[in-house]
């Protein structure tokens, strides 16, 4: 444990502060003695606990030790060293043990001080583990700790307390100022007050007393007038709320007169329930999850399309005509095939088996659909039922089974039949104590010195005390006697809590009775309904597989057609090719025949059409090189009109929004049609 001259400054100006104000220096500070340091310690420890209040030469260094330690524990101290030798350095004075101490204490002196107040009333007494055997010191013991723990929570409402309420100077002054300004109203008023009753102002005013008072009066009533407008304006607020609660109310009503509750067993409200509770979870894990994952990509797929560079009309226009191509050929393509497949009778009647094939399976699908529809709709009905059935529930436990009521009425039984005998042994002890007593009083009235015949009888027989020990033993009965009356009071109270369980078991049983026979009626019908749906299930899929296999059938038969359809179009378009080049060949020739009967030459009309297209192609750079000089403006151009569309389709729905909401508040009696109206935004040509 190491310190620094800053560590030793701060303490010796935290001590010359109050609440300490010992008034030291730092060659003061460091010329004390081990002895005095410690007693500086002890000090700082008496400002935390009183107790520590004390010379430290009147206290044996044990005893010393153990208090400064045990109080270093509380205040939750880390000791970093070997306790021992810590215990030996604190105690010799140490400068390297007590600096950083006292650095520590000083540092968080509040929270400090509040943990030495808490720990005051929350150190566990220190009590012997035997005395734990007596269940009054038990008692005793969590009565303790019940205490500590309301103290915990009073002192953390008062900490809470203490630091939302202002200062005492900070109220004063603001009382102060408050007093002030009530001062200067009153003087004004009383001015004004004067000024109208005496003043010279209003004197020419015919029954200012009378206008004066008028005028007050309408001031009250225009206050009065917007109290009321505000009261009725809660009012309506109030009767709407009142009215959606009410139709929430009928409409709920309705929902439990038309579900026929009463006719329903809670059973089947719980499987409904937890039917419900599970195809809203599946509902929830799969297909909503499927569906946001869906819809994000589509948002991607749209901001990509947003932030992208827009296509131009010649790009849209090459696309249009590549659509444009690919649907002819796909018609011309579908053609070849519906006459090549015309005179095949064996795919015809694949094809008419595929057909049937499909619409059956789209019949089964539509009966499975209804299937699943009718099961979700028994689903909802169950666990509607059982919201129901938490709601009529005691003590929000459910109904025991009828395995679980019978071990409940035998366990019943058994304590009554324990409860009747220990009852009568009860009433035995009791009627024998009362012979007892009896027979004392009689004794009693009979001799009046019983207590010297007795005693002097103990003498003479040797067994001196003997009364005092059956006193003794009598008093200790009668300490029993009283515990057995409080055991018969509690075993009186016990029979009565069974009579009211006995009581509510059997209103219970008796109002489950029917909901539990409708429960096995139902039961019965789930199991028959999901015996048929699952049958008609494996008819499907049998179906399906058979379906899927004539398909498969089929889709090989078009794969081989369809190649087949290749190979004779690739020998098609072949041949069209070469017969094209051999026609292009030919005109060729021709004209070079026709020009050479012409006597022009065939050069000088071929360097004139090269002239003509090197022409064409300078013309074409320049239209190009305009184009890439303009582009950039022309897309910022664009942007700024689709940026400007956007801002105008925002304020025109902003715009309908707000006549539809005045609208309906001029139809409610709520708002003014004169604050109707619609923004505009006016570009002005420049």
């Given amino acids: 444990m190491n310190y620094t001259v800053d560590d030793v400054k701060f303490i010796v100006e935290t001590l010359n502060r109050p609440p300490f104000s010992q008034k030291l220096t730092l060659v003061s500070f460091d010329k004390k003695s081990p002895l005095e340091l410690l007693q500086v310690v002890n000090d700082v420890f008496a400002f935390l606990d009183d107790k ?82 007596d269940p009054s010191i038990v008692a005793l013991f969590q009565q303790i700790g019940e205490q500590q723990a309301l103290f915990k929570e009073l002192h953390k409402s008062v900490i809470q307390a203490r630091g939302n309420t202002p200062e005492p100077k900070q109220l004063e002054a603001d009382c102060k100022q408050l007093d002030q300004e009530t001062e200067q109203l009153v003087s004004k008023l009383a001015k004004l007050e004067d000024k109208v009753a005496n003043g010279h102002e209003y004197a020419h005013i015919a029954n200012f007393g009378q206008v004066l008072a008028a005028t007050n009066a ?15 304006q809660e009012q309506k607020d109030a009767l709407a709320r009142s009215e959606d609660e009410l139709r929430t109310a009928q409409a709920r009503l309705r929902e439990l007169e038309q579900s026929d509750l009463t006719h329903e067993s809670p059973m089947k409200l719980l499987e409904r329930l937890r039917e419900d509770v599970a195809s809203k979870r599946h509902l929830n894990d799969e297909k909503l999850e499927k569906d946001i994952m869906e819809k994000e990509r589509a948002l991607r797929e749209l901001e990509h399309e947003l932030t992208g560079e827009p296509m131009t009309e010649d790009q849209v226009f090459v696309l249009e005509g590549e659509i444009a191509q690919l649907e002819r050929e796909i018609q011309a393509l579908t053609q070849r095939r519906d006459q090549l497949s015309a005179g095949d009778d064996k795919l015809q ?81 009791q009627e024998e104590n009362k012979i007892l007593q009896h027979t004392e009083d009689t004794l009693s009235s009979r001799v009046a010195n019983a207590d010297e015949i007795l005693t002097d009888l103990e003498r003479a027989k040797g067994i001196e005390g003997y009364t005092a020990a059956q006193n003794a033993l009598e008093g200790v009965s009668k300490d029993k006697e009283d515990v057995d009356s409080s055991k018969g009071k509690t075993l009186d109270e016990i029979s009565k809590i069974v009579e009211n369980i006995n009581q509510t078991l059997k209103s219970k049983k008796t109002k489950l009775a029917p909901l539990i026979k409708e429960l096995k009626n139902v039961r019965q019908k789930h199991s028959e309904v999901e015996a048929d749906y699952l049958r008609r299930k494996r008819v499907y899929e049998a179906l399906v597989a058979g379906i899927n296999g004539e398909l498969n059938e089929l889709r090989e038969s078009v794969v081989g057609a369809r190649l087949s359809i ?38 000088e009309k071929y360097e ?46 902003i715009s309908r929004d707000q006549r539809a909401r005045a609208e309906s508040e001029a139809f409610m009696g709520l708002g003014d049609e004169s604050d109707r109206g619609v923004d505009r935004l006016v570009f002005e040509s420049t």
Avoid: C
């Fill in 52 to 133: 520590h209040k004390m010379d430290l030469r009147d206290e044996a260094s044990d005893q010393t030790a153990i208090r400064m330690l045990q109080f270093l524990a509380v205040l939750n101290y880390s000791i970093e060293i070997d306790l021992a030798l810590f215990k030996d350095h604190f105690m010799a004075g140490s400068t390297r043990i007590l600096y950083p101490i006292l650095k520590w204490l000083l540092a968080d002196w509040p929270q400090h001080k509040n943990r030495a107040y808490v720990a005051k009333y929350l150190r566990p007494p220190d009590v012997p583990e035997d005395f734990f055997a």
């Fill in 608 to 653: 004139k059409a090269i002239a003509e297209q090197e022409a064409y192609a300078r013309t074409l750079r320049e239209e190009k090189r305009n184009l890439t000089e303009t582009h950039d403006a022309n897309v910022g151009q664009r942007q700024m009109f689709i940026h400007l569309r956007r801002l105008m389709q925002a304020k025109l729905t």
């Fill in 218 to 232: 309408l001031r009250r009533e225009q206050e009065e007038e917007s109290k009321l407008l505000m009261m009725l």
């Fill in 349 to 429: 009647f694949y094809r008419d088996r595929a057909s049937a094939a499909e619409r059956k399976r789209d019949k089964l699908r539509e009966q499975l659909d209804e299937l699943q529809e009718e099961k979700k709709e028994a689903d909802e009905e169950i666990a509607r039922l059982e919201r129901e059935l938490n709601t009529i529930s005691s003590d929000q436990e459910r109904p025991r089974t009828e395995a679980q009521m019978k071990e409940y009425t035998k366990r019943l039984a058994d304590k009554a039949v324990r409860y009747k005998e220990l009852r009568s042994d009860l009433d035995l002890a």
């Fill in 566 to 603: 290749g190979e004779n179009e690739s020998t098609f378009h072949l041949l069209t090719h070469l017969h094209r080049l051999d026609e292009i060949k030919l005109q060729q020739v021709l004209d070079e025949h026709k020009a050479g009967s012409r006597g022009g030459p065939l050069r």
